[in-house]
């Protein structure tokens, strides 16, 4: 079994998340805007509709875990999997079909928290973008919302309406997240077991602040009504050791 240190602690693999709770909104974005924003990282975003790629913007309480409990915000894309072969004539159509066979994953963007130690073992085990933040999560009223400054500067203030519950849960598929560090683009193997899981179109109110990501997500068209939004109650991950590409 593969082991990392981290500030002194063995960090045994693969890592467990016992619950966390999870707020996403996703929005459809110019794909070409997407392909320029991650093009560093070497990785094509996958066309849901042709010419739009999926932003998905997430944060997270972790309450109980193997990296102790923290905050997040997320900044994640659909991408296709390295090695899928030239994309698929444009059409709806077509473009479903690839991601059927190919399958899709997400690419981590940027992801702050607001703890030392998960910025650290994020870094070090599988390469993902994390760095600190302020991360103000109020989730105990009926809608969720984010407020996220770093550097003293405000980046967003995402709120989510809570959508209808979604029968069903337990494991969903095996995806795999891509990450991207220090010139290197990893793929890590991800599972999630979800529980309350409610979801809805559109349900998300974005507000920008004056951050340089504040400005990269406008130049991606936000504010925008979001696709979708999802709100998970109680969330159970595991994350594998990570591969370089």
């Given at each position: ?108 963007h940027w992801l702050p928290v607001d ?119 109680h969330l159970t991950m595991t994350f ?6």
């Open positions: 079994m593969a082991r990392h240190l981290i500030q002194g602690r063995e960090i045994a693999m693969p890592v467990r998340i016992r619950n966390a709770s999870v707020c996403s909104a996703s929005y459809l974005v110019r794909a070409d805007a997407a392909r320029a924003v991650i093009a560093y990282s070497g990785l094509d975003v996958a066309e849901v509709l042709p010419g739009k790629a999926l932003c998905t913007l997430v944060f997270v309480d972790y309450a109980d875990g193997d990296l102790d409990a923290y905050r997040e915000f997320g900044v994640a894309f659909l991408v296709r999997p390295p090695g899928a072969g030239p994309p698929p004539p444009r059409g709806l159509r077509a473009g479903l079909s690839e991601l059927r066979r190919a399958g899709a994953g997400a690419f981590i703890q030392g130690f998960t910025m650290e073992a994020g870094r070090t085990i599988w390469g993902f973008p994390k760095e600190l933040a302020d991360i103000d999560l109020r989730l105990g009223s009926p809608y969720k919302r984010c407020i996220l400054r770093k550097d003293g500067r405000l980046v967003l203030d995402l709120l989510v309406k809570p959508g209808v519950p979604v029968p069903g849960g337990g494991t969903m598929a095996p995806v795999d997240a891509y990450s991207h560090l220090d010139g290197v683009t990893r793929r890590i193997p991800w599972s999630m077991s979800p529980r309350g899981v409610r979801m809805r179109p559109g349900g998300a109110l974005i507000r920008l602040g004056n951050h340089p990501v504040a400005k990269e997500l406008s130049e991606l068209g936000l504010p925008k009504l979001a696709l979708m939004t999802s709100t998970v109650s594998g050791e990570a591969k370089e590409l």
